[in-house]
């Protein structure tokens, strides 16, 4: 039986996985739950799935959560050190990584140092310490699974061939809500407008993040270390019926795809199942129906913070803990009205070119970089 912690169990990878445990129930057993700090929706997934424990990583709603509603054998704990203390624990075979933004780093990396599988959803950890991360799973002997649509499909990719053979990689993009339309007809568009995804259901978050592209400057990023790739061997496409979910090509011009309807349980029953497959819970691509698939390059343009992630994943370093500290301040502020679409993009840029940048920085830099990031840009001003 695999004995998993999912870390952010609350969110929209969290609640897909929990459909997977639900299918599965006779190879997966969920040993360990957090959230961030909703709490009574983490009570109702204790009194389903019984686990050993649930965490609130917000110390805070250790004043208002209501322990009696929680099943008596299921422990309550609280605070970001109980996470990444359950994360170690040698109870635990497999850790889905699905704590949205930096928060979830220090978990991640304590289940790598300790050997873990790792099936990671939470991108920021190889966005701002990848070299750190896949280095330490070298030394461990962790398996880092990824979990994201794109980098699932990577990964199966790969199996099809060597390493060594691999010229590029290509990441596809639904291209966001606002694809197609112009910059001067973006500007003005609003939180509310950018959290209408057309194809994906996701949290906040990460649907402006898609909205802008800066999600895929984030798997940019993860996939230059989580693949061992160089930045010029990583493309992006916008390909909106989000059915074909990346590309490797081999150096003899086979292009190898991964395809199937866009649902995440797929990709998060594969990190936990691999390298067997099990019976589908997702829905099974129809080949008797009338389809197309369209591809077209992303538009750097209009939307700029693309072309970000490039040019952190050439640049390496402390760069990516700064964009990624950046944007998740800018999102958050835009999200309240303070900020304009584009200032997402423009303040990232400032402050990224604004950093003292290190070449190799320890983990500790990177923690510091990435609180100073913050600051810069909650004082920021358009």
């Given at each position: ?10 969110g ?32 109702k ?12 990583a ?70 701002v ?14 398996e ?7 980098h699932?499909?990577i ?41 209408k ?13 898609s ?6 400057a984030?798997?940019?990023?993860e ?22 979910h ?61 072309k ?6 050439k ?9 990624n ?22 303040v ?8 003292e ?26």
């Amino acid at each position: 039986m695999n004995q998993i912690a999912l870390l952010g169990a609350t969110g929209s990878i969290g609640t897909s996985c929990l459909d997977v445990v639900r299918a599965h129930a006779d190879q997966i057993q969920i040993r360990a739950v957090s959230a961030h700090r909703n709490w009574r929706e983490l009570a109702k997934i204790c009194h389903e799935f019984q686990p050993a424990v649930a965490i609130m990583a917000d110390e805070t709603v250790q004043n208002e959560a209501i322990l009696s509603d929680f099943p008596s054998k299921t422990e309550v704990r609280f605070g970001s050190e109980a996470i990444t203390e359950i994360a170690a624990c040698d109870d635990i075979n497999t850790v889905v990584a699905a704590i949205v933004g930096a928060a979830g780093l220090a978990s991640s990396y304590a289940a790598v140092k300790a050997g873990k599988r790792v099936a990671i959803a939470n991108k920021e950890t190889l966005v701002v310490a990848g070299p750190i991360i896949m280095e330490l799973a070298r030394e461990s002997g962790s398996e880092l699974i990824p979990v994201d649509s794109e980098h699932s499909a990577i990964f199966q990719a790969l199996l099809a061939g060597n390493h060594r053979d691999v010229a590029k990689i290509v990441l596809t993009s639904s291209g966001g809500p606002f694809r197609g339309l112009s910059r001067e007809e973006i500007a003005s568009k609003t939180p509310e407008q950018a959290l209408k995804h057309p194809t994906w259901d996701m949290g906040p978050k990460i649907t402006i993040d898609s909205a802008t592209l800066m999600n895929k400057a984030l798997e940019v990023i993860e996939a230059r270390w989580l693949f061992n790739l160089q930045a010029d061997q990583i493309e992006v496409v916008v390909h909106p019926q989000s059915i074909v979910h990346s590309f490797v090509e081999y150096r003899d011009g086979s292009v190898i795809a991964q395809l199937s309807p866009p649902d995440m349980r797929l990709p998060i029953q594969y990190a936990l199942s691999y390298p067997q497959r099990w019976d589908a819970v997702a829905p099974r691509f129809d080949f008797k129906t009338a389809q197309h698939l369209d591809f077209s390059p992303p538009d750097l343009a209009t939307f700029p913070a693309l072309k970000l992630g490039f040019d952190v994943a050439k640049q390496g370093g402390t760069s990516g803990s700064v964009l990624n500290a950046a944007n998740e301040i800018a999102v958050s502020r835009y999200l309240q009205n303070e900020l304009s679409f584009y200032d997402i993009e423009r303040v990232c840029r400032e402050v990224l070119s604004a950093h003292e940048f290190i070449a190799s920085p320890t983990l500790d830099e990177l923690v510091a970089l990435d609180d100073w990031a913050r600051k810069e840009t909650t004082l920021w001003q358009p």
